[in-house]
């Protein structure tokens, strides 16, 4: 069951970094003149809150999971990631569902940091063989203690990384008041 959840939020992984990909080609070619991508970049627009909150959601449930039922005993920094990702999803649900614009104001400076914290331990536990880097406390697992790596790269920091990068593209994309491009 552990093998098929890290399976499960790797792939999920993997599908952000393809969905980055198309969107950057679509802004990079400007799209715009062709009407079969522009319904994709309108449901986009309208529902990136919606989709915000299932990745913070999902994410949420991903942590949860590790660390109650996989038992992956969550480090220092995996505590920071938890500080900041977890408020998100209730935020975002509320935002969601009161279509509220100032979203933004909360989830960005969240993300942020979270982004950052994650980047940094996924970079310390990149490191680890040759570095000595860290900043847990003796008293509890080591930040660099990697439970699984998958596909040569994806690790727990990787997947909160992308979560709160994914959360930050989402609601910049959000516009309550969609337009079709001109």
Same mark, same amino acid.
């Not at 979270?114 to 996924?122: E, H, P, S």
């Not at 040569?152 to 920091?157: K, R």
């Given at each position: 069951m552990v093998n098929l959840a890290i399976k499960?939020?790797?792939i999920g992984t993997l599908l952000v970094y393809v969905f980055f990909a198309l969107l950057s080609i679509?802004?990079?070619? +400007?799209? %715009?003149?062709?009407?079969?991508?522009? +319904? =994709?970049?309108?449901?986009? %627009? +309208? &529902?990136?809150? $919606?989709?915000?909150?299932?990745?913070?959601?999902?994410?949420m449930f991903g942590?949860?999971? $590790?660390?109650?039922?996989? &038992?992956?005993?969550?480090?220092?920094?995996?505590?920071? %990631?938890?500080?900041f990702l977890y408020p998100q999803v209730i935020i975002l649900g509320v935002a969601f569902w009161n279509k509220d614009r100032q979203a933004r104001l909360y989830t960005v400076p969240l993300s942020l940091i @979270?982004?950052?914290?994650? @980047? =940094? %331990?996924?970079i310390i536990t990149a490191l680890a063989p040759v570095s000595p880097l860290g900043i847990c406390s003796a008293a509890g697992p080591s930040c660099l203690t990697n439970y699984f790596t998958e596909f040569?790269?994806?690790?727990?920091?990787f997947?909160?990384?992308?979560?709160?990068?994914?959360?930050l593209v989402l609601v910049f994309s959000w516009k309550a008041d969609y337009r079709?491009?001109?």
């Open positions: 499960f939020f790797s679509f802004f990079i070619f +400007k799209l %715009q003149t062709n009407k079969k991508f522009e +319904k =994709y970049y309108i449901l986009l %627009q +309208k &529902h990136a809150l $919606f989709f915000a909150f299932l990745v913070a959601l999902g994410a942590s949860l999971f $590790f660390s109650e039922i996989a &038992h992956f005993e969550p480090c220092t920094l995996c505590w920071w %990631q938890r500080v @979270g982004a950052c914290i994650a @980047g =940094y %331990q996924y040569g790269f994806i690790t727990s920091p997947m909160s990384f992308t979560a709160f990068v994914f959360i079709p491009i001109a």
